[in-house]
């Protein structure tokens, strides 16, 4: 009677809206974590020690559930929030291999160093650190990734991607989603949508390149005066514009309206700006209804 | 009336003095002649002056079914239509040309259109999925849906169109990996 009493007392609380958890396992420095978050918000952040920890407060109808082995764990809230809002913190061994899945739960990543693997139906998903690589996607929620990174891939249907750091390779899609692009330096990057507004600006890096293809969104290109680019733009349906001025533009600004050829229906633009004799990363845009912008960034 | 009770009637008819009381009942209740002729004619004036009014009422109550009933037709109407909008715009093959019907790229975006629709609709799969993530699925296939129609409406006014070739392609390419993307995420989820 006794035991059922003490059963009773510790597990009440896991299910009620606001009682604070706590819960805790041992884990290896690389130890590959996955954590799945329902509803409310979810912050991931690396620690120093060989611990997994999660604590926060549960909605009610969630409940906690974890358990595995030092090298791999599975842990999180699970159920359906009838009532209230869960939080949690988890906090992994910084080296951890981690996967996060949330429902319609906010997720925020700090202080990873390995892989990071977000995938979210609803929530927004901000991400950020020194880290070996990013895999982040939400179908309607806004993704903020602000990371140095060698690889990042960033996934949306209908939220904002807004991508920030130092990322060698990047590949970003969205549908109506608007992304904008702001590494420095921008390495080798790819964006895809359909009717997302694109916006890179900053310096591309010697070995990068930038792709870009959409149907129906604006594009908007800003460099630095000093930066070399082969540029490779179409525009069908669409036109392209822009004044480059410094040494992107020769002497004189040069207006691409002017110097673009149209053929049909159609804008296209292949030249080299910037210095003369260095590297020129390739810059190609496609878009069969989205006007092309350039411009050259104040100094 | 006297203090003295009635005899019991006989086939005779009333007794005399239970006739004589009822004569000597108080009139008030029934309107004199004069007074029940003025009724009447009252009474026969109220239909001609009160009819505008009944008719007045009547139609709109008339007006107010017919109002109902077509007002139920058309909620009724736009539901069908809609529906019939949804299944057309989500069925991957409407539209498409003999050529197209068999193309590997198509069929496997119809297998996966399929997929999807299988998997959202299975209470248990799609138990944890938020609402406003499938209304984002259904929403970016309808935008890449419209591009597509946009796209091969070009294609077909100019088959040499290189940027509609390749826009059809990228969009359904984009099509086929958003949802295999939502299918693996609804079941990890």
Do not use: C, Y
């Amino acid at each position: 009677m006794l035991t059922t009493i003490a059963m009773w007392a510790t597990a009440t609380p896991a299910r009620a809206q606001g009682a604070a958890q706590r819960r805790g396992w041992r884990a290896s420095p690389t130890a590959a974590v996955k954590i799945h978050a329902p509803s409310g918000a979810l912050v991931v952040q690396g620690w120093g020690r060989d611990s997994v920890l999660i604590e926060g407060t549960l909605a009610t109808g969630e409940s906690f559930f974890g358990g595995g082995t030092v090298n791999g764990l599975k842990l999180g809230a699970e159920g359906t929030a009838t009532a209230g809002r869960t939080t949690l913190l988890v906090r992994v061994p910084a080296g951890a291999r981690v996967v996060i899945r949330s429902g319609s739960a906010d997720v925020k990543v700090i202080g990873l160093t390995a892989t990071i693997d977000v995938g979210s139906a609803a929530g927004n998903v901000d991400v950020s650190g020194d880290t070996e690589a990013v895999t982040a996607e939400s179908i309607s929620g806004d993704l903020h990734i602000a990371v140095n990174a060698p690889t990042l891939r960033a996934r949306t249907t209908g939220g904002r991607l807004d991508i920030a750091g130092r990322i060698l390779e990047a590949q970003l899609t969205s549908v109506s989603g608007a992304i904008t692009l702001s590494a420095q330096p921008i390495g080798t990057v790819r964006v895809e949508t359909v009717d997302g507004a694109v916006d890179i600006h900053g310096a591309i890096a010697k070995t990068g390149s930038i792709d870009v293809h959409t149907f129906g969104g604006t594009v908007d290109l800003a460099f630095p005066a000093d930066q070399a680019a082969a540029l490779d733009l179409r525009a069908t349906d669409g036109a392209i514009a822009g004044i480059l001025t410094g040494s992107q533009g020769g002497i004189a600004p040069l207006d691409l309206r002017s110097v673009a050829e149209r053929t049909g229906n159609t804008m296209s633009l292949s030249r080299v700006i910037g210095p003369l004799g260095g590297p020129a990363p390739p810059v190609t845009v496609r878009t069969m209804r989205g006007r092309i912008r350039l411009r050259t960034l104040p100094r | 009336m006297n203090g003295r009770p009635l005899p019991p009637p006989h086939d005779s008819g009333p007794d005399p003095r239970l006739r004589a009381a009822l004569d000597a009942l108080p009139r008030e209740r029934t309107p004199p002649p004069d007074k029940w002729e003025q009724i009447r004619g009252t009474l026969a004036m109220v239909p001609r002056d009160g009819a505008p009014a009944v008719r007045r009422r009547r139609t709109r109550m008339q007006w107010t079914a017919l109002t109902a009933i077509a007002a139920t037709l058309l909620i009724a109407f736009s539901a069908l239509a809609s529906r019939g909008i949804r299944r057309a715009s989500s069925d991957p093959l409407a539209g498409l040309s003999e050529d197209e019907r068999r193309d590997p790229r198509v069929l496997a975006l119809v297998a996966q259109t399929r997929n999807w629709h299988a998997a959202a609709n299975d209470s248990l799969r799609s138990a944890r999925w938020p609402a406003a993530a499938r209304v984002a699925v259904d929403g970016a296939i309808e935008s890449t849906n419209r591009a597509l129609v946009t796209a091969r409406a070009a294609l077909a006014r100019d088959p040499n169109d290189v940027t509609a070739r390749e826009a059809i392609d990228a969009l359904r390419d984009q099509q086929r990996a958003i949802l295999q993307h939502a299918i693996t995420l609804l079941d990890d989820i």
